[in-house]
Structures are given as structure tokens and as C-alpha cells.
């Protein structure tokens, strides 16, 4: 049998096939506890109009006027997917996205914080949220 294939590039972390047939999630090497800084979501800034002509899922609204392009694979938070029961969430402190634990995170366990409203209506909705949250089970 063919071992799965991850890719570890901080030791806190190894990115790996997702179970939920999201693609690659974020998945918790160590235990993490709870208000713990988990990452920062790196990328280029762009003004959200030019943005919002991209073709890519990695954007991150900071407001009206600026994006972060996260598509990098340097930027390890981009593996961390939508979850409508996360274990994480995103703080904007001064132009930077920085993400905490709002719960304990097991070793194993995957991350994941609320992509938000927007996001879920543009390309989530329609083919169904594939999260772990108990309500879709």
C-alpha cells in the first residue's frame, strides 16, 4: 500500500490530502492550545479591485480598498481550509492577518477557520460545504 504523500514545512504542521475532499488541509503536528498564534496569512497586497479580477480562491479581504493574494506556497495558512465549526480564526491587526487557536487542536487534528459569508456564497454554497462541522453530518 502507497504512503500518502505530505509535505511538512514547519514542525508544527504538516500539509497533507485533506479528508474532506477539500484538497490539501492544514493538519496539527504538535497539540496547539487554545489562543495559541498559529500563522500569519502571507502574500501580496493588492488593491481589492484589482483583486477581485484574479482567478484564484487565495484572496483575503483586509477591506474595501486592500487584498492579500495568498496563493504562494510560501504561505503555509493557505492550506488551512473553511470549516463552519473552526478551530481557528483570523485577527487583522494593522494590515496583517494574523490566526489564532479558539480551541484546544489535537495532534492529527486539522485546521480550519470560518472563510465568512462571502466567500461560502461564491464558491462553497452551490456545491455543498464538505467541512467536518456536525451540522452537515
Not at 481589492?48 to 482567478?55: G, H, Q, S
Not at 489564532?100 to 492529527?108: E, R
Given at each position: 500500500m502507497e504512503k500518502a504523500k505530505t509535505t511538512k514545512m514547519d514542525p508544527r504542521f504538516v500539509v497533507r490530502k485533506a479528508a474532506s475532499g477539500s484538497g490539501h488541509g492544514l493538519f496539527a503536528a504538535v497539540p496547539i492550545k487554545?489562543?495559541?498564534f498559529i500563522l500569519e496569512y502571507t502574500g501580496k497586497k493588492l488593491p481589492?479591485?484589482?483583486?477581485?479580477?484574479?482567478?484564484t480562491r487565495y484572496l483575503f479581504h483586509l477591506d474595501d480598498q486592500w487584498t492579500i493574494d495568498g496563493s504562494p506556497r510560501s504561505?503555509?495558512?493557505r492550506y488551512i481550509n473553511h470549516g463552519c465549526d473552526s478551530n481557528c480564526e483570523v485577527e487583522i491587526d494593522d494590515g496583517h492577518l494574523m490566526i489564532?487557536?479558539?480551541?484546544?487542536?489535537?495532534?492529527?487534528e486539522e485546521l480550519s477557520f470560518d472563510y465568512g459569508e462571502e466567500y461560502y456564497n461564491e464558491f462553497i454554497k452551490d456545491v455543498g460545504c464538505r467541512c467536518a462541522a456536525k451540522k452537515h453530518q
Open positions: 487554545k489562543g495559541a481589492t479591485k484589482i483583486a477581485d479580477t484574479l482567478p504561505n503555509l495558512a489564532y487557536a479558539v480551541k484546544n487542536i489535537k495532534k492529527g
